[in-house]
């Protein structure tokens, strides 16, 4: 880490700071140093004007989600990391204009949460998020998904808050939501109105159940990870490959680096010893298994997940 964030960025704000806080915990990596700075404004006027600051000074500013698709360096981060977990920047709001469908979650909300809340409700339409860790930011931000479809199916209008502390709301007309990808802009996308659909809520139950353990069947869902570590590769005929078949292929099931290994169910899941892991481990990995799926295939993946630090950005 370089020079430390000056606290007069952020001392007058309504806000919580903690300086050299430790991240792994924030993530299901739960490897990785510490961040300059940790910051969660308690308002929106708050994280405005922290984030005027930050351009104005040129202190770089990183958005924690709930760290699901997240490798932070062992050396941690500069900056200004944000966290949207105040009770407002975290909200649900229900009956977004007067329509009974259509909720607006603030970009902190808890994904896993939300689609609970709304099978009770009798509200359809985000089922497809079943068994995805994530904040609301996050999920827009990798417009997260799987088999079943991806939270940009739901989106009516995403609000962000641009690099220079301004805010702005784009129409799902203007929006694309491609696979494990969106031209939602740069900035802080602070919530989403989401459109669904009344149904029996004993149906919009039995749909995220069926959802949820296709996936605990199919991925190891309780080791250290962030999911799938690359994305599916587009081939020339346009269809995509499964990243996980190719890592297999090329015979790497239980491979190891140090601390970090491919997972023997899912070739795609990149898992680190929940002891002694290291965020170098995990990086290089990452690195020899693009060498050898490319020396074995002629394919080059793609990382999914976000690596923060230097030393491994
Ligand atoms: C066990 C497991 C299973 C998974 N299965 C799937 C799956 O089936 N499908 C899938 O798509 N993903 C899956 N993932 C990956 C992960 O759940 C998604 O990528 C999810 O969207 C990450 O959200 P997050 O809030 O944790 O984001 P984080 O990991 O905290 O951040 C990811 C990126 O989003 C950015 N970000 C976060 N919040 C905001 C915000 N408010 N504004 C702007 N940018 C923001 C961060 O800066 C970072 O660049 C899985 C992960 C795990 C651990």
Redesign the pocket.
């Known amino acids: 880490m370089t020079v430390a964030t000056p606290s007069s960025l952020y001392a007058d704000l309504n806000v919580d700071a903690i300086a050299d806080a430790p991240l792994a915990s924030r993530?299901?990596y739960g490897v990785g140093g510490k961040a300059d700075v940790l910051i969660s404004p308690r308002d929106l006027a708050s994280l405005a004007m922290l984030v005027r600051r930050c351009h104005r000074d040129q202190v770089p500013v990183?958005?924690?989600?709930?760290?699901?698709?997240?490798l932070v360096s062992d050396a941690g981060v500069d900056g200004v990391v944000l966290s949207?977990d105040s009770p407002e920047l975290r909200s649900v709001e229900y009956n977004q204009q007067g329509c009974v469908e259509a909720v607006r979650a603030w970009?902190?909300a808890s994904t896993e949460k939300l689609v609970q809340e709304l099978a009770r409700r009798g509200l359809a339409g985000l089922e497809q998020m079943a068994?995805?860790?994530?904040?609301i930011?996050?999920?827009l931000?990798?417009n997260?998904?799987?088999r079943f479809g991806c939270i940009g199916d739901a989106v009516h209008s995403v609000a962000v808050m641009t690099p220079d502390g301004n805010e702005r709301v784009f129409l799902r007309e203007s929006l694309a939501f491609e696979y494990?990808h969106t031209n939602i802009p740069d900035?802080?996308?602070l919530w989403a109105v989401l459109r669904l659909r009344e149904e029996n809520p004993i149906t919009v139950r039995d749909r995220l159940k069926e959802y949820f353990s296709y996936?605990k069947n199919s991925?190891p869902?309780s080791d250290a990870?962030?999911?799938?570590m690359f994305k599916n590769p587009l081939l020339a005929d346009g269809t995509r490959e499964s990243a996980g078949r190719l890592i297999d292929l090329a015979k790497l099931k239980g491979f190891r680096v140090g601390s970090a290994f491919v997972s023997p169910k899912h070739a795609n899941f990149i898992a680190v010893d929940t002891v002694g892991g290291r965020a170098s481990d995990v990086a290089a990995i990452a690195q020899q298994i693009i060498s050898r799926v490319f020396d074995t295939h002629g394919i080059m993946l793609e990382r999914e997940v976000?690596f923060w630090g230097a030393d491994i950005e």
């Open positions: 993530t299901w990183r958005v924690l989600g709930s760290g699901a698709n997240l949207l970009g902190g068994g995805i860790p994530s904040s930011g996050g999920a931000a990798m997260a998904g799987g494990r900035g802080i996308i996936k991925q869902m990870s962030s999911g799938c976000v």
